[in-house]
């Protein structure tokens, strides 16, 4: 519903999206969503390291070799989820749907990259850093 506000700018939160990813790879055997959920990982970790250096954005050659990634990776998941109509059963639209929002909101998923002052997500305790996974990080802050 927030992208319906127009004078602002959105970002989607990758720990949300970690979770889709990692039910679509790991429930529905789908490889190209655990490739992007590193790629993302991986994104997050370059971004953390340029600002704790002090930078206020990663170089050119380095955000477009993610985004050139991340769009093969997109591209993977849309041949693996061919558009089929109404005979797709849950599986199928559920990981359809997933990687159709990521060709749809790349530039919302990818903010974070694009722009060091956008944080990975909002919720601290989901902030994969340090090699914890989310779920690890959520038991440092309980409650949240």
Not at 39 to 49: D, F, G, I
Not at 70 to 97: F, M, Q, T
Not at 120 to 138: C, H, I, L, M, Y
């Amino acid at each position: 519903m927030y992208f319906s506000y127009q004078n602002a700018a959105h970002a989607v939160c990758c720990a949300h999206l970690l979770r889709e990813l990692d039910a679509v790879s790991a429930v529905w055997d789908q490889g190209w969503a655990s490739e992007m959920a590193t790629l993302l990982k991986e994104m997050n970790t370059c971004c953390e390291q340029a600002r704790k250096s002090g930078r206020t954005q990663l170089s050119r050659a380095t955000l477009k070799g993610f985004l050139a990634r991340y769009d093969d990776i997109v591209e993977k998941g849309l041949v693996a989820n061919p558009l089929r109509g109404s005979e797709r059963d849950y599986v199928e639209r559920k990981s359809y749907n997933l990687v159709a929002a990521l060709r749809d909101l790349r530039d919302e998923v990818t903010l974070f990259a694009r722009n060091l002052k956008v944080p990975f997500t909002e919720n601290v305790a989901e902030t994969p850093s340090d090699g914890q996974t989310s779920q690890e990080n959520k038991r440092l802050f309980p409650g949240r």
